[in-house]
């Protein structure tokens, strides 16, 4: 693991500049060399109205991709290189990505800067922590190079379509999974935000059916969650398993055993002074929610603009009993269930 000396990141001076900001010269124009050939995957079933963004899903070895991230990851597989220090965070969509970068960033930088100045305070935590295959589709690859070690970057993909650059390296993965019923209900809010209101995109029930068949962004959640599980019992020192709702029960525990796992476990000195406790603060949905970079700013992207405030709903566990039926939720369970058994894994 990386060595972490507890004293001030010379990458990260005040104030504080996104890899964009400082790099924005290094942006080139989006490469369409694989458009040909992601044009022959399945494509996604057809339904009146839309339960995605503004590009379609294809098939690709299993797994339901945007055609615009279908095209970073064919790019990423075939260019990115990963570091021995790199620290990734997976998630399937909708699954605590917010947060986690959140309190990874926050957890690498504490020594960079006073929490009370924080670049979590002016910036969106996806502008902190890059999505990678997003980063690659849209011709900012290069920015990725250009990152300080350790590099902290975040990924949607399935432990199956990650490169050998990353799989065969010593870097490590932080995983956050959460329960598929929260997960359905948190996605098709996003979407219906995005796409501009309920009346612009599939109904809950149509969205219900389709997740239900493994048919959403980077879907099957069920293949997405065994994936990186798998990997987690094999090699613990490389995958962090985590779940949402037992970091939402005891976040200050779980911060601790990020930043062990990471590299740079809090001092005796920190935990005495309430350092951790303050970092799970700043990093806290509520407050992240209330600050005004995510209640106003805007976040550029090939769908267009997204507002902070769309990434920030109510994020907490269970609320998938105020949209979804008892019949629904057990359907959906015994889907779920199926899937894990044998694994160890419950919901």
Request: net charge neutral; glycine share 6%; charged share 25%.
């Amino acid at each position: 693991m990386a060595s972490y000396d507890n004293k001030p990141h010379a990458d990260f001076p005040i104030p504080y500049k996104t890899i964009e900001e400082a790099n924005s010269h290094l942006i080139e124009k989006p490469t369409e060399e694989h458009d040909a050939v992601i044009a022959t995957f399945p494509l996604q079933p057809f339904i009146e109205r839309p339960f995605t963004f503004t590009h379609p899903f294809r098939l690709y070895k299993g797994v339901w991709i945007s055609e615009l991230l279908l095209r970073g990851i064919l790019e990423m597989q075939q260019r990115f290189k990963s570091r021995p220090t790199d620290i990734y965070l997976a998630s399937s969509p909708k699954s605590g990505t917010t947060w986690l970068k959140a309190m990874i960033f926050a957890t690498l930088t504490r020594t960079s800067y006073p929490l009370s100045q924080h670049p979590l305070h002016t910036h969106n935590p996806h502008q902190c922590v890059p999505h990678m295959e997003r980063k690659f589709a849209t011709g900012q690859s290069q920015i990725m190079e250009v990152i300080p070690s350790p590099r902290v970057m975040s990924t949607h993909m399935p432990y199956s379509l990650l490169s050998e650059f990353i799989t065969d390296s010593d870097c490590r993965i932080v995983y956050v999974w959460r329960d598929p019923k929260d997960v359905l209900v948190s996605l098709w809010f996003f979407v219906q935000k995005i796409m501009g209101g309920a009346d612009k995109v599939a109904t809950f029930d149509q969205f219900y059916d389709l997740f239900c068949q493994g048919v959403h962004s980077f879907g099957p959640i069920w293949n997405h969650v065994l994936g990186y599980w798998e990997e987690s019992k094999r090699r613990p020192e490389k995958v962090l398993f985590l779940k949402y709702e037992h970091i939402l029960q005891d976040p200050v525990k779980h911060a601790k055993q990020l930043a062990h796992f990471m590299g740079c476990p809090y001092t005796e000195a920190e935990e005495n002074d309430g350092v951790v406790e303050q970092i799970v603060e700043l990093c806290s949905i509520k407050t992240l929610k209330d600050l005004d970079v995510n209640k106003g700013g805007n976040r550029a992207t090939s769908d267009g603009p997204i507002s902070h405030a769309h990434y920030f709903r109510k994020g907490k566990a269970g609320d998938w009993k105020s949209h979804m039926t008892q019949e629904m939720a057990e359907r959906l369970n015994a889907i779920i269930g199926e899937k894990f058994k044998g694994s160890g894994l419950q919901i």
